[in-house]
Nanobody, 116 residues
Framework: QVQLVESGGGLVQAGGSLRLSCVAS????????MSWYRQPPGRARELVAT???????DSADSVKGRFTISRDNAKNTVYLQMNSLKSEDTAVYYC??????????WGTGTLVTVSS
């Protein structure tokens, strides 16, 4: 059974930083493409950043230069370093993994609240 477990969310002041972690189990993590999504209150879920199995990264324009996605295959973990946080970054953040055979898995999310 595949599980993705996010952690690291919380309350932070605008301008502050947080690092989210997502630990994967039951999946060949080295061959999975991993992503972070977020869902702000009352809005649709949106892609934040992606890191491929080959460690190629991409991120949404709204977070470029502030957020960094990375992975540690030895720990089956993907990270999202979030700096210079803004109130509009407030959202539930979800980890998503896509396996080598194209199956998609989601974590249950971690809440990030940025106070202005």
């Amino acid at each position: 059974q595949v599980q993705l477990v996010e952690s690291g969310g919380g309350l932070v002041q605008a301008g502050g930083s947080l690092r989210l972690s997502c630990v994967a189990s039951g999946i060949n993590f080295r061959l999975a493409d991993m992503s972070w999504y977020r869902q702000p209150p009352g809005r649709a879920r949106e892609l934040v950043a992606t890191i491929t199995r080959g460690s190629i990264t991409d991120s949404a324009d709204s977070v470029k230069g502030r957020f960094t996605i990375s992975r540690d295959n030895a720990k089956n973990t993907v990270y999202l370093q979030m700096n210079s946080l803004k109130s509009e970054d407030t959202a539930v953040y979800y980890c998503r993994g896509v396996s080598v055979n194209g199956l998609s898995y989601w974590g249950t999310g971690t809440l990030v609240t940025v106070s202005s």
